[in-house]
């Protein structure tokens, strides 16, 4: 039995990720938006960090689904609300 939607995880030992977040969130970005999703969400901690959650939701009112029995159009950046613990 299969839920709704598919969950992507991944790991890494990440160096100094909590001085280099800015650029490291336009990477992330980049690969989110060549995926079709409705949410994300990246948690880090670090010796020099707590727990932080940073997190992407597909606003559904700035993407609109087409029903036309066609392949949905990748989301951009701007049609997500973006929250985050940690953003400096």
């Known amino acids: 039995m299969e839920y709704f939607g598919r969950i992507i995880h ?8 909590e001085y280099e977040w800015a ?3 336009t990477k992330f970005e ?8 409705l949410e994300a969400r990246v948690h880090f901690k670090t010796e020099y960090s707590p ?12 993407y609109k689904v087409n ?7 990748p ?7 973006y929250e985050s613990t940690y953003d400096k």
Do not use: Q, Y
């Not at 991944?10 to 990720?17: D, E, H, M, P, R």
């Not at 980049?30 to 999703?37: C, D, H």
């Open 10 to 17: 991944f790991g890494a030992n990440l160096k100094s990720v």
């Open 75 to 81: 989301v951009r950046i701007d049609e997500c609300k």
């Open 51 to 62: 727990l932080e959650t940073s997190s992407w939701r597909v606003d559904l009112s700035k």
């Open 67 to 73: 029903h036309d029995n066609t392949m949905p159009r």
């Open 30 to 37: 980049s690969l989110l938006i060549s995926l079709f999703f």
């Open 23 to 25: 650029e490291w969130r």
